[in-house]
């Protein structure tokens, strides 16, 4: 279970370098419902490059409007957030830092303060 939430948030980092490097957008969307999220590649077209479905975690919700966010070719996000991450035992936020882009992972029930970067 803790895999599929480091290969999220790997998947989000991917993004974001893969925005600083091409010199392009990419977008972050998240849907509680399903639990899955989508990146797509924002150039002169919109291209899906990332469709996962998480089978053991549930997305509870997030805080970004839409729930989504852009990285722009910088590599800075287009706000700031976190997105609320529950397992069978566990619950996570996964926090999108505001300037900088940097995604980190928190374990916020069990054994709780556990940063995971």
């Known amino acids: 279970m803790k895999n599929e939430i480091k290969k999220m948030k790997n998947d989000i980092l991917k993004a974001r370098n893969s925005a600083i490097i091409e010199g392009i957008s990419y977008r972050v969307v998240f849907k509680t419902k399903g ?4 990146i797509y590649m924002v150039d002169e077209k919109i291209k899906c490059i990332k469709n996962v479905k998480m089978k053991h975690i549930r997305i509870d919700g997030t805080n970004f409007l839409k729930d989504e966010f852009y990285y722009r070719a910088s590599g800075a996000p287009s706000k700031g957030g976190r997105i609320k991450l529950v397992s069978q035992n566990d619950t996570y936020d996964m926090t999108i830092q505001v300037a900088t882009g ?3 992972l928190t374990k916020v029930t069990g054994k709780k303060g556990d940063v995971y970067e």
Not at 35 to 38: A, H, V
């Open 35 to 38: 639990s899955t999220y989508k």
């Open 102 to 104: 940097r995604v980190m």
